[in-house]
């Protein structure tokens, strides 16, 4: 048996091909794992909604899969629909960060339990967010006074020219105050503090009776960075932005050429490459 028990994968850039798509050979290599006793753990900075479609793909409620999302700060049993790790976004920030974003002319969203929430729902870069998780935009006069009910994160959406400075501004408001991420050049997570995957990870298999030993991450972005360091085997994706790939163990395909399954058949699986093209 391989030593990694669990199996963590970012979704977008990863998983997912450029149509949001998991590939046959990936998603036969990952059913076999799981028949192996691997639990997969959907790890991605999509709300729960966005990812239980690929979570009942792959059947992870009969083989005690996890859906790891908002960047950490939930995880969900898809097994017996126990929530095992919950954090809520402060509430006294919600009103704060939408002023900032409103300032800086970008935007922010959250999500009920149907999909996004936010003030601006014909802005492309929000449209491209429900196009990924495929659910409906619902817009709204004042975000901050419509958010009732407890949120895991807010995102902000905007023009990737302008978002590593934006990135850069909020990291030094809010410090200390919450954990702020790029996960594609678009988007930024905004999340309670100290939340990011890893950490979360690292309480689930504690629950588990398990170590970062027994850990196998695969990711692309730079929300993934602390996950990638934090695993026993980091693996970063064909087309992972370079600093992920430097701090990966190893580096796969890309994941418009099975790079997860790839990495699953050697690591977890243990075969072989039969030809070239194969190898990693």
Not at 4 to 20: I, M, Q, R
Not at 118 to 130: G, K, R, S
Not at 133 to 140: E, S, T, Y
Request: with cysteine; aromatic share 6%.
């Amino acid at each position: 048996m391989t030593q990694y028990k669990v199996l963590a994968l970012d979704l977008d850039g990863t998983l997912t091909n450029s149509e949001k798509v998991i590939t046959p050979r990936t998603r036969a290599d990952l059913m076999e794992a799981a028949r192996q006793g691997v639990r997969i753990v959907l790890a991605s900075g999509r709300p729960t909604v966005g990812i239980r479609p690929l979570a009942e793909e792959l059947q992870l409620d009969q083989t005690g899969g996890c859906i790891l999302s908002y960047n950490g700060g939930k995880i969900l049993d898809c097994q017996t629909g126990e929530v095992l790790v919950q954090h809520e976004f402060p509430a006294d920030l919600i009103g704060t960060v939408c002023t900032f974003a409103r300032y800086w002319n970008v935007v922010a969203l959250t999500y009920d339990k149907d999909g996004i929430v936010t003030e601006q729902p014909d802005n492309p870069y929000v449209l491209e967010e429900a196009r990924i998780n495929r659910i409906p935009v619902r817009g709204v006069p004042d975000l901050p006074a419509e958010i009732t009910w407890p949120i895991n994160k807010l995102l902000l959406v905007g023009d990737p020219v302008d978002m590593p400075h934006v990135e850069e501004l909020m990291q030094q408001e809010f410090a200390g105050r919450l954990s702020i991420y790029r996960s594609q050049p678009f988007f930024i997570e905004t999340m309670p503090l100290g939340v990011e995957k890893s950490a979360s990870l690292d309480r689930l298999l504690k629950r588990l009776g398990l170590t970062a030993a027994n850990l196998m991450a695969c990711g692309d972005g730079w929300n993934d960075l602390p996950m990638i360091r934090y695993a026993g085997l980091g693996v970063a994706m064909g087309n992972a932005v370079p600093a992920v790939k430097a701090a990966a163990d190893a580096v796969t395909e890309d994941n418009e050429h099975d790079g997860v399954g790839l990495a699953v058949e050697k690591y977890i699986l243990g075969r072989e490459a039969t030809d070239e093209s194969d190898r990693i």
